[in-house]
């Protein structure tokens, strides 16, 4: 019989088009998995639920049982550096979290749920992440503890009582922060990471090592790599004893170890094994069966999941999974498990074969969109004005019914990521369908500044954030309608924090975009530097100038000092509990564009910081994206 005919596709105006994504379905596919971690067969995370806004520790046990862990209203989350992470550690069956309600650390075990640590007294408030058992202490942690009172932040590692009887005794002090504290397998050594303002850990920090004793102290420490213009990555320690780390000293994010005879790489190659560390603990490597060590590698703007075959001439050999972003990994003789997505599988938790490379999948929390509304976007490499490629996603507009008319072309969304030191990997993020479904296009940008692409790619940004990226954003949208893929004359631009800020300097540098969305973004750069949190108020000095003596350079980037050179309409939205770039940025810039004739529209959420949790205010925030866009661009 012959086949069926293919139903011709019926023409409306793009960016018309009827969609059942939905922001709704959008917010329901938002659980998010992290905090990967295995104690002996039994496998732990944390997962968010955006109903509520929490985040729970979650257990599968080998025989497929998978059980929350926190209590009914805990939500267990770190503060420590605003962005937390490290709030979960799992040691012989014993569950230790951060309350995010008081910054206290618990530990869970089959007969009790206790504080480690005391109360906070009055003018002082502590907070803790990054939390590991020393072996042989029957039960003692060491963690990064941050210590808020009227007059500083101070930050520092702490050892801490198993049984939370005795106050907890500081092991290392006196630099700006502190990352990674790593006992050594018999607990007779301790590692950890450490940088200095104006530094963050990814531009320079250091690796040290010292001698761990059981009074709580720690001995000729010294440091081992690292300083200004070398940045180390989660220190660890191999089952035999070997401390491990990655550096960026040749260019790359690489894998080393220390040896008798000092530093060795252990996969030296251009492929970054690390990122920008945003959030403690993180999870690009770890050691498995047959002393093989599995890692994820970023590689041309994709990450892969690969296996470091031991012996004299060590091989990576590729997993081969259909994955491309991974959040995490974690493995021991047991098996390996990845936190895994792709831009048509949502993320999932996957048990991997380190010998076969065959996957199982064992957990995809939220919902996930049908398959006809989902496509791998297209890598597209364009001209930086330095002479730079610069790397983006293109997602062409997409829907199952429905194509433009003859001759018209779809509008553009350039999306702006945040850090700015950050990356845009290809996976599942059903808010990019929520627009191509519509008949828009979308192009996500890895302008230079972004990681991913080694050392070199990421300091470009370096002294010229709200220059270089500016220009990066410009020159896309450009260039991509230059290529016929999107009507020049209805282009917009969007980002968040950091990514706001570089939506407003551009629509202050150029009249390329027809409007532009700032999510929690930064308007004023001498007000960020006054008012942000400690982790990150030295960093404008690398990105902008050293300050007082670029005070000009940072009134000059400020968009809130260029509204006279903004025409196209902007929307901000921001959480009034927002800690990192405070609400009254959005709101003064939003001042005083209304004042000169400019369109604002704004959406404050009271119970949102920075970046948005809970399901409702997501549902509201891209529909009144939606609404916004369809206005300004007459749709």
Known sequence: MPDSPVAAKAALPYGTWPSPVTAESVSAAMPVMSALQLDGADVYWLEGRPDSGRTVAVRRTPDGCTAD?????????????????????????????????????????????????????????????????????????????????????????????????????????????????????????????????????????????????????????????????????????????????????????????????????????????????????????????????????IRDGVQRLGIIEPGPAAELRDAGLPYTAFHAIAGNEHGLYAIAAAPDKPQRLIRVDPVSCRHEVLRTPGSALDTQWLQAPEPVGLTAEDGRTVHGLFHAPRHPAHTGPAGSLPPLILVCHGGPTTQVLPEYRPGIQYWTSRGFAVFELNYRGSSGWGRSYRAALEGNWGVADVQDCIAAAQQLAALGKVDENRMVVRGGSAGGYTVLATLAASDVFAAGVSYFGICDLRLLRDNTHKFEERSLDLLVGPWPEAEEEYRRRSPIERCDAISAPVLFLHGRQDRVVPPEQSALMAKRLTEQGVRCDTVFFEDEGHGFGKRANVVEALKSELRFFLDVLGL
Not at 80 to 85: A, D, I, M, P, R
Not at 164 to 178: H, K
């Open 69 to 297: 862990l926190t209590a009914d209203g805990t939500d267990v989350r770190s503060r420590v550096h605003e962005y937390g992470g490290g709030a979960l550690h799992v040691r012989d069956g014993a569950v230790h979290y951060i309350n995010g309600a008081d910054q206290r650390v618990h530990r869970k075990d089959a007969r009790h749920d206790r504080h480690l640590t005391p109360e906070d007294g009055p003018g002082t408030a502590h907070r803790h992440a990054d939390l590991r058992v020393v072996p042989g202490t029957g039960g003692d942690l060491v963690c990064v503890r941050e210590s808020h009172d009227d007059q500083r932040v101070r930050n520092e590692i702490v050892k801490l009582d198993g049984t939370g009887a005795r106050p907890p005794a500081v092991l290392v002090s006196g630099n700006d922060f502190y990352a990674s504290p790593r006992p050594s397998p018999d607990g007779t050594m301790l590692a950890w990471l450490t940088w200095n303002h104006p530094d963050m850990p990814w531009t320079g920090s250091q690796l040290w090592l010292g001698r761990l004793h059981g009074d709580g102290t720690v001995s000729d420490a010294r440091p081992i790599t690292g300083d200004r213009g070398e940045s180390v990555f989660q220190p660890d320690w191999s089952p035999d004893g070997v401390l491990h780390f990655v550096t960026d000293r040749t260019g790359w994010w690489n894998l080393h170890r220390l040896g008798d005879d000092g530093i060795e790489p252990v996969m030296p190659m251009r492929a970054e094994f690390g990122w920008p560390q945003w959030t403690l603990d993180p999870s690009a490597y770890c050691f498995i069966s047959g002393g093989r060590i599995a890692c994820l590698t």
